[in-house]
């Protein structure tokens, strides 16, 4: 098994929400991956995703470190 650590601050979790399953992930604009500064970075065809964040399920996690210390589960 290889540890996985994920930094993150406390206000990340909702308690009331059982699995991510529940959770809206926002779609960011593609343009923030297609263009920097001015310039293309790739052809206009190209089609991208460009998710907020994403959900990590908690199985894979081997703990959480947040400002108030490093956690287990939560």
Known sequence: ??????????????????TG???VI????EMELKEKDGY????????VKNPAFDI??????TSYITEDGIKKSL
């Open 1 to 18: 098994d290889i540890p996985f650590y994920v930094a993150v601050p406390a206000s990340t979790f909702d308690s009331s929400i059982k």
């Open 21 to 23: 399953e529940d959770i």
């Open 26 to 29: 926002e779609e960011r604009d």
């Open 40 to 47: 293309k970075l790739m052809p206009e065809w190209v089609k």
């Open 56 to 61: 990590t399920p908690s199985k894979y996690i």
